[in-house]
């Protein structure tokens, strides 16, 4: 751009040439002065009326002033209700797990002594404490237009609440492990599909023909079926017994254990360990014994027991 500035005569014109840069710099030193012109108005004129209290520019900026402090309440309002909403529903899916914490609590077995211990050593009258054992829920805030104080505390009882309720779950989980392991031990499941031949009780001698106790339950089978060890355990004997033929005796733990009598071949070892349903042996007809069949026994402690009532515990 030229600015051509003239006089009386000719040889008093004089030209400038500004470039686009120094127009867009005097633009801006422009809009920077105004800038800081009503920035010193507002500082010595507006906020000198509103603390003065001038007749008509106080009254002015109190309108200003008092309608952002409402925007900025409504806007805080309906955040806090927005967030008292979600405590709510919060609370409430805390009631309904703390309902399914006691149902599970009481499947697995766990004491109620034991709940206590979980419990933190009570600091002050808002210490949370966990629920009575067989009771569900807790205390209920309805927050109803809360404030920031109620709904801190309100989030700060549902941490605590949320971090027992863990320990609660993770020693329910323990348990139910626990309880998981001892039915893998206990000999349920039926060694071998098959008739029962002779079931426990006294009975008469195949060889004597006299009445005498039969400590196990005859399972009818041809010579070569798969034998299956009826729980997981620890194989204790593979040895050769004049009566119970080839003898294999498992270890279940707790004074549990099994014997599978008169089988032709053994599969595992003294030692093995072998879980529920695994191939240990096949059928024979060894040891006294009058044809091929499974002799299956039952001890506890090293009295035989009745084995229907531990494959009744299967279900059918």
């Known amino acids: 751009m030229q600015i051509l500035i003239t006089g009386e005569g000719a040889s008093r014109t004089r030209a400038f040439q500004l470039s686009r840069l120094q127009i867009a ?43 952002e402090f409402a925007q900025r309440d409504r806007f805080m309002r309906e955040n806090l209700d927005a967030m008292a909403s979600k405590v709510g529903d919060m609370q ?3 009631i309904r797990l703390e309902a399914m914490g006691d149902r599970l609590t009481n499947l ?16 002050g009258a808002s210490a949370p404490m966990l629920p009575a054992p067989r009771g569900a829920g807790g205390p209920y805030l309805p927050l109803d237009h809360p404030s920031l104080e109620v709904l801190n505390e309100a989030m700060s009882q549902l941490e ?19 309880k998981r392991l001892a039915s893998l031990m206990l000999p349920s499941s039926r060694p071998i599909d098959a008739p029962i031949g002779s079931p426990f009780g006294f009975r008469a001698d195949p060889f004597t023909g006299r009445p005498a106790l039969h400590t196990g339950q005859d399972f009818q089978a041809s010579p070569g079926t798969p034998i299956l060890s009826a729980a997981g355990g620890v194989v204790t004997s593979t040895a050769w017994h004049p009566q119970y033929g080839q003898l294999l005796e498992i270890d279940h733990g707790n004074g549990l254990a099994t014997r599978y009598a008169h089988t032709s071949k053994i599969l595992v070892n ?5 879980k529920r349903g695994q191939q240990v042996a096949l059928v024979g007809n060894t040891g006294r014994s009058t044809g091929p069949h499974l002799h299956f026994e039952v001890l506890i402690d ?9 494959l009744a515990a299967a279900g059918p």
């Open 108 to 123: 697995a077995g766990v004491k109620p002594d034991e709940l206590r211990l979980l419990q933190p050593a009570a600091s």
């Open 160 to 178: 605590h609440r949320v971090e027992q309720h863990a320990d609660v779950f993770t020693l329910t989980e323990s348990r139910l492990f626990e």
């Open 25 to 67: 710099s005097a633009v801006a030193a422009l809009l920077m002065a105004l800038l800081l012109l009503s920035g010193t108005i507002y500082h010595f004129i507006f906020l000198a009326a509103a603390r003065e209290g001038w007749p008509v520019v106080s009254q002015i900026v109190q309108l200003v002033v008092r309608d």
């Open 270 to 274: 003294t030692g093995d360990i072998v």
């Open 92 to 94: 409430a899916r805390m």
């Open 302 to 310: 090293g009295v035989p027991q009745n084995p229907s009532r531990f």
